[in-house]
């Protein structure tokens, strides 16, 4: 259950919730969107279980599941509900059963990556999101590698990236792995946290404001279930350290929940993550100077490998660029190609088979009846 500030009502001799969605970030364009579904109310998605999920309507947090025609009709599995989405549910409460969620509002951001496995499809996150803190433990977590990667998923998804290093009471070479994060963090906030005097909490508090939400996302371990407990005043989810034999951390968070803060915003807590595939990314954001530096080259067309007049072999050769961010933009590049390249040739191959997405899903509907 989220912690919310809710007034009471009698209704027939029912008490029942009021809640104003505005404190959880319902603003003027998603309510010009809801106002075209007669019937239906508006409820955002606190958290997802399978194919069950937990949402908050007018009169407080209930289940919801999908209707039929939605699950049906669906083009992508980035397209059903995700934790921070908008959605449009048949009842005010939970009063009368399960709400049905038939349609999902538009969204603003969404944060995506490459599901698990063979597959090239997506898997959301999160969806609405304003601000995403990065949080990466200084210790053995600590990689800039993997920041530069979590910083191209970040901005692609059309939210505003922060990067948090905490357990900075640990780390006996900060200095160095500031500087190492802010070469490759460009034009993003960096702040260091410890949990020892609650450093860096009032930097992340600056980031927050009634009707904002945000998000936290990092590897196992690294305190951002400890980080939300601090900004929500006392312990509402279980915490757990990283390991001190290998530095890496155990998952607390299970799933992805939706948090009201009492000083107003929203804060999305996310199950910890070692692997970050790949499923969209926003390369030329992430990598800013690269990109620029590229803009330089004689040829329009340069690999960056033995063409004359390469700018980015000669920023690397001063040593303006690191040799090792400048691999790891390639081999971002083309696990990006191979993401859009693998999820293409699915479409196609379904176009050629079955005429389409809806035709596939006629298909198979016809399989089940004939079982």
């Known amino acids: 259950m989220i912690d919310c500030a809710q007034n009471h009502e009698v209704t027939r001799g029912v008490k029942v919730f009021s809640i104003d969605l505005r404190d959880y970030g319902f603003g003027e364009s998603w309510a010009e969107e809801a106002a075209k579904y007669t019937g239906l109310f508006a409820a955002r998605v606190s958290e997802q279980h399978r194919d069950l999920y937990r949402v908050i309507g007018p009169r407080g947090e209930g289940e919801a599941k999908l209707s039929g025609r939605f699950a049906y009709t669906v083009e992508d599995e980035t397209c059903f509900p995700a934790v921070g989405d908008w959605v449009m549910i048949d009842r005010l409460d939970g009063t009368t059963g399960t709400a049905i969620i038939h349609y999902v509002l538009p969204r603003k951001s969404a944060l995506m990556r490459k599901s698990a496995g063979a597959r090239s499809a997506g898997q959301l996150i999160a969806a609405n999101i304003d601000v995403v803190f990065i949080c990466m433990a200084l210790n053995d977590d600590f990689n800039v590698r993997r920041l530069e990667r979590y910083l191209a998923v970040v901005w692609d998804s059309m939210a505003v990236p922060v990067v948090v290093l ?25 702040i260091t946290s410890s949990v020892v005097g609650g450093r860096g909490l009032d930097e992340v508090r600056s980031h927050i404001a009634p009707g904002k939400t945000i998000a936290f996302v990092g ?13 929500m005043g006392r312990d509402v989810l279980a915490t757990q350290a990283i390991r001190e034999d290998d530095g890496k951390g155990r998952h607390t968070t299970t799933h992805r929940q939706l948090v009201l803060l009492p000083e107003g915003g929203v804060v999305i807590d996310t199950p910890g993550m070692r692997e970050l595939q ?27 490998g033995k063409e004359p007049g390469c700018a980015v072999r000669a920023a690397i050769a001063s040593g303006d660029l690191s040799e090792e961010r400048f ?14 390249l693998r999820a293409r040739q699915r479409n196609e191959k379904i176009q050629r088979m079955f005429g389409g997405k809806s035709a596939l899903k006629q298909h198979k509907r016809h399989a089940n009846i004939r079982k």
């Open 219 to 231: 590897s196992s371990g690294v305190g951002k279930s400890t980080m939300i407990n601090r900004l």
């Open 278 to 304: 790949l499923y969209e990314a926003n390369l030329p954001k992430a990598f800013e100077d690269i990109e620029e530096l590229a803009a330089h080259c004689r040829f329009s067309d340069c690999s960056h």
């Open 166 to 190: 905490t357990k900075s009471d640990l780390c006996d070479d900060l200095a160095q792995k500031l500087s190492e994060a802010a070469d490759v963090a460009l034009g993003v906030d960096i």
């Open 327 to 340: 691999e790891n933009y390639q081999k971002l590049q083309r696990e990006a190609a191979y993401a859009g």
